[in-house]
């Protein structure tokens, strides 16, 4: 089936093309900080987590996200989003493999990483976070799989894959729900001390998630024969109201519990992220730009009328997802460690080299995600030929 | 290629020890016939003669003995230089710039009392507490966060209570850090072997390299040959250090008779550095 990613228009050349000299370039700045160490990166002693494991937070969440195209089609029957759920499975296999890029990036002994396994300790978050993120991985990959080369062999997927499937539906909630724990169970880290973390997290995901698919839809029917339909987008675009209804309702439960209860410990890293403390304030723009664009989107999504229309869905879908990828690719891993401990400000602000070994890393997972919808797409269009 | 490492200074220890005519442990090596006694021919790890024990180390500062941060500074001096802590503030060394601030390695340092017990935010501060530097430091907790959250068991809590680091198991992925409450925990955002001075290093103590996290270690090498922390030692008795499980211990005494705080005690960290304010 591989063999359908080399047959390609001159146009999706130049665009792999395109993707791998930015891989290049970002493998190179790796080179140099593998070389010189974390310290080309903007974090320091007081924000010991950056840009790396924010972007690691975030697409965890897009990869959670297949989750929502799983369900309506394997469990309620819902046979329209049968057309599209692998492009939903294809997104997660890209997603979890720019998270687990990562976190190679952000180690400070990358080459002994392998230490995770050979000292295997369950009581570590991290080390359930490693499971359950491979093994994510993996599901996707064998489901996708087998699912797309039956139906160009226009036949019923094998029986054996079914367990896989129902398997990956907790599976999804669980790499998201780790993903919280590794941030809430800190006892001195009064931003993230909440039990709301992880359903915030995944409903972020599940607004996050479906509205790139639902870019990503428009963009194929665009670019290619196959179209991923009508029906499909507008369920698609059901959810992403939900869930991004869900996730500021989540935001607004923490402002209150956060500020009438009244700790400083808690209250804090909200008034630095949205009002800025003792004169630093370097996200406050982009927390309110970040609010103001997920607020904008429900109102975009929640009237039946401006949804139905698939221009300003497009917007709302742009509106969201960077509206929770500022939420959680900026301010969720910084806001937890400023103040600090002992109640510090020192501020964190990503360097050229980091923003380049990240772009790196975003281009290599689109270029795996080009290749995946690249089969996707094209086996689609012979199946309907 | 690390458990190669470890085997190897076992067995390199044991030989030594042979070697030295150890009675008992040629007689484990002697007795092969009997499955149970075989089973007791495993390498064992042996205590100096000199070795100070607890059951958990804990210190306690006087506080009402320091007067100002100039009577710090040796205490500073004295942990740092014997765990060739670099030094990235030093003016002098060619790589000095000031943007090396946010990859200074610490072990001890000064806070504020606001600082160092930032749960209060005193507006009405005894004069005395108000301008007087606190000694902080790594608080060997009885439950550490920090091991809790390690995934490579490369911080762990020893038999007497330190939590410990070991630099060539970390791989760096500053979980720890996130997980301690007192900020105790540094990384090397760099090679830290051009900020520590030649003429100063201590050939003792291992130098780290780039990429893992180091942390104060109760001075668990000098506890290894009967020798109390560097701290302590340089602090002219206003540092107390000893069994916190030993009624009879100096710091059990202290306690006793002294009014007490930790930091951020209600975490349940259960941190063993006491301060007398």
Redesign the interface.
Known sequence: MLEIAFKGTKRYYGWMIALASVIGVGFLCYLWQLK????VT?????V??GFYIAQFTFLVGVAASAVMLVIPYYLHNYKAFGKITILGEFLAVASVSMCLMF?IA?????M??F??I??P?P?????WD?IVLNGYLLLNIVIGWNVLEAERNQVAPPAWIKPFIYLSVPWAVSIHTVTAF??CG????GFWLTAILAPRFLSSAFAAGPSFLILLCLLIRKISKFDPGKEQIQSLAKIVTYAIILNVFFFACEVFTVFYSNI??HKDHFIYLFAGLHGHGVLVPWMWTSLTLMLLAIILLVIPASRKQEGVLAVACVFVFVGTWIDKGLGMISG??VP?????V?EYVPTIPEIIITLGVYATGFFILSVLFKLAVTIKEEVSA | M??SRRRFLKIAGISALGVAGAKPVLDVFASGDSHGEAAKAQPEIRKGEKALTAKQWAMVIDTRKFKSGADLEPIIEACHKIHNVPDFMDKENPEFKEDN????I?WIWE?EY???F??G?EPFLNERIKHLPFL?LCNHCEDP?CV???????TFKREDGIVVMDFH???????C???????SR??????PRPFIKAEERNPEFPTRM????EKCNFCAERLAVGQMPACVEASNGAIAFGDLYDPESEVRKLLASNFTIRR?DG???GPTVYYIV
């Open positions: 010189f160490g974390l310290g903007g974090m320091s002693r007081d010991s987590w976190i952000d180690l400070g002994q990358p002994r990483a230490n995770v050979l000292n300790t009581g570590s978050i991290l080390f490693m590794l941030y800190l006892p001195g880290r400083p410990e937890g460690f600090n401990p002992m109640h510090h020192s | 690390e458990n601030r946010r990859h200074v610490k806070e606001n600082h160092a930032p749960t935010g902080v966060p809790r959250a390690c995934p490579t068991k490369a198991r970390c791989i760096g992925c500053r979980f850090m996130a997980a301690c409450p007192y900020g540094s990384f090397n955002f760099r090679d780039k990429g893992v996290v951020k975490l349940g960290t």
